[in-house]
């Protein structure tokens, strides 16, 4: 009886476990996370990158959908080659990025999900903070699921990794970023690529 | 002083042309970081790696090119002359 009992503790808490979410932590040590964003205008194009990546999301292999969390990009860590061109557009006529340091999107529900193994696709609607401008958007986003690979990212580390890309285009008069400017010499269509890898360790 | 000043603008506008064709010819504007994209082998993810360089671009080309032209038409100025004295 006793035995039995042990069994069906086990088999229950392993049930319990396997179902449960994962937590994956996006700040990334190797600073691998990173956004890329492209402004096409006729007369001018700008490129830039940023890799200040942080967040947490929980993320159920089995159930993909329910995913909740946030991703955040320090708006501080967007970087562009021209010195005078960067501090512009930290500046406050562009970003403010002394005012508004962080660029959030938060999740609020997930559709049109697709599952294949390990690799997950679908269309992400969530609230995607800009510049102090919140705005609910859907972005396409492809995931996959690397069981037990954090240990080959980081030394003695047992855990699963979490691969997330996204692009998607929003628009900056949206989010009050100058929006008088010349869209000929600054588009006002601004295209973001994310590539981001969460940890889950164990 | 003419024969210096033209000697002075071509110098510059050689040495703008050569140093902005050496260092990469970039049309857009002057960098100071060149930034590259490297691929991580666990998650396929491409990452940007930006190093501190500089790239003058078309602004600081211009730029010189205008200084040396402006050197240019200074040697082309006629000097005062002293008034004849009657």
Partial sequence: ?202 | MKTLLRRLSVILALAASVTWLALGRNTGWTKTSVTTMKTDPVTTLEYPVTEKRFVPGVDLLGLCLAGAGVLAGLSLLRPRTPAARP
């Fill in chain 1, 1 to 202: 009886m006793r035995l039995h009992s042990k069994i069906l503790f086990a088999l229950s808490t392993a049930t319990a476990l396997s179902a449960a979410p994962l937590s994956f932590d996006f700040k990334d040590p190797k600073g691998v996370n990173n956004a890329v964003f492209k402004l096409d205008a006729p007369l001018e194009a700008i490129n830039g990158t940023a890799n200040g990546v942080s967040g947490t999301l929980s993320f159920d292999p089995e159930n993909p959908s329910k995913t909740t969390g946030s991703i955040v990009v320090g708006t501080g860590s967007l970087h562009v080659a021209n010195p005078m061109m960067k501090d512009h557009m930290l500046g406050a006529q562009w970003l403010d990025a002394a005012a508004h340091p962080e660029i959030r999107f938060e999740i609020a529900r997930i559709g049109a999900v697709k599952a294949d193994g390990g690799n997950f696709s679908g269309e992400v609607t969530g609230k995607f903070t800009l510049h102090g401008v919140t705005k609910e958007i859907t972005v396409p986003v492809k995931a996959t699921y690397l069981k037990d690979k954090l240990g080959m990212r980081v030394p003695n580390q047992k855990g699963d990794l979490l691969v997330l890309r996204s692009t998607f285009t929003v628009k900056r008069s949206d989010y009050g970023i100058n929006p008088g400017a010349p869209q000929d010499k600054v588009s006002d269509e601004i295209e973001i690529t994310l590539s981001l890898a969460g940890a889950s360790p164990r």
